[in-house]
C-alpha cells in the first residue's frame, strides 16, 4: 500500500495564498461564534471542485462543520482524517495592526491576517490536498473535517468522529511541518475567596482576601516548583500560572471577595480527576483560616500523544523532510489541540502537523508563509500516496 508519487496537486504559490486569503478574509472570530460563513464557503468551493462536502449541524446548527471526502473507501486501503478548525481568536485592537486582520494581504512570502497561521493555512492545504485526491483517485478514503469552538473548548472535532472513522488522523495546526506526536494539556481555573467586609480605618474587623492570598503566595510558589518535576521528554514541565485577579469594591472597603484564575498546563501522564484534587488540596490552608474558597475547572482540553514512531508520524516525518529539509526528530506541541479526540475519544492515531508558524498564532499582524503551505500541500499528497493508495 504505497504509491507515494501517485497525487498530484499542480498547486501554485499563487493559487495557495488566493485560497488562504479568501479564508481570512472571512471573519470567523469565536467569541462572537462567527463560523457559519466561513464553513459554507468552504463547502461551496469544494462543491466547485466536485467533492463531496456537507454542512454538519452538531452540536449547533447556528455554527455548522464541514464534513467532505473523497476515495473509493476500499477496505483494503486505508483511510485519512485531516482536521482543522475554522473559528479564529479576535484581533483585539485593530489599530495595533499594520494589515487589516480580515484583509488576507499578501506581502512577498507572506500572507497577513488573523488566522493565518491559526489555522487557515492549515484548512486551506487540506482542502487542496483533497481536491487533488479527488482528482488523482485513492482506493482508500480521504475525509475532510474543519470544526467550529476549538479556540474555546467545544465539542466539534469530538462530535464530527462520531460521524466518520479512519484509520489515521492529522490536525493541521501550525507546526512549520514538523511533526508533533504530544500535545500539552490545558485547564483554567477560578478560585473564589470569600471574607467579610469592614470599613478600611478599622480592618481588624474583617477578613481581607487580599491579605490572605497574599500571605498565601509560598504555598501556590510550592505547589508549582513540584509539579515542576513533573516532565515529558518533548513537551518539557507541568505548568501552573495565575494569569487574572479580580478583587475590591472600593478603596475604602476591605475586600470580602477574590477570583483568582490559574492557567494548568498538563502531561499525558496526568488526569484531569488529579488536578481538580490537587487544586482542591492546595487551598485548604485558606480554609483552615477561616475563608470561604470554592474553586471551578471552567475549561479542559486533555493532553494526548501517540508513540513517536506510529505509522502516521512516520510517514509524514519523512516526507516533509524529503520536500522541505524538515527535521526528523521526535517532537512534541507544548499547547492543546484537537488531538485529543482523535486519540483520546475515538481511538485514532494522530498527530499534529501543519504548514503555520506556531509562534504566529493570536498575535498582531499574523500571518503565515506561503512557501510553507505550498510544501504542505505536497507532503499531504505524498502521504495519502502512500496510505490510501494501492
Partial sequence: MSNPNRIQHGVSGDEAAALLADLVAIDSQNPPRREKPIAEFIVDRLDSWGIDARLFERPDAERPQVIAEVGEGDPGAGTLILNGHVDVVPPGDAEQWTHDPFGGEREGNRVYGRGASDMKGGVAAGMLALRAAHESGVDGRVVLTCAMGEETAEPGTETMLEEVSGDWGIVLEPTQLVVDTVGKGLAWYEVEVRGDAAHASRPGLGRNVLDALFAFQEPIDTYREEIAEREHPLIGESLCTPTMLEAGTKE?????????????????????????????????????????????RTRTYEAAEIDPDHEIATVVRR??????????????????TDQRNFVNDAGIPAIIWGPGVSEQSHTVDEWAPVDALVDGVEVLCRTIGELCVE
Fill in 252 to 296: 475604602n472597603v476591605i475586600p470580602d471577595y477574590a477570583k483568582l484564575t490559574f492557567d494548568r498546563r498538563f502531561l499525558p501522564s496526568e488526569s484531569v480527576e488529579g488536578l481538580d484534587e490537587e487544586m482542591e488540596t492546595l487551598f485548604d490552608g485558606l480554609r483552615e483560616e477561616g475563608f470561604e474558597v470554592s474553586i471551578e
Fill in 319 to 336: 516526507h516533509a523532510h524529503d520536500v522541505a529539509g524538515i527535521e526528523t526528530d521526535p517532537h512534541g506541541k507544548d499547547a492543546a
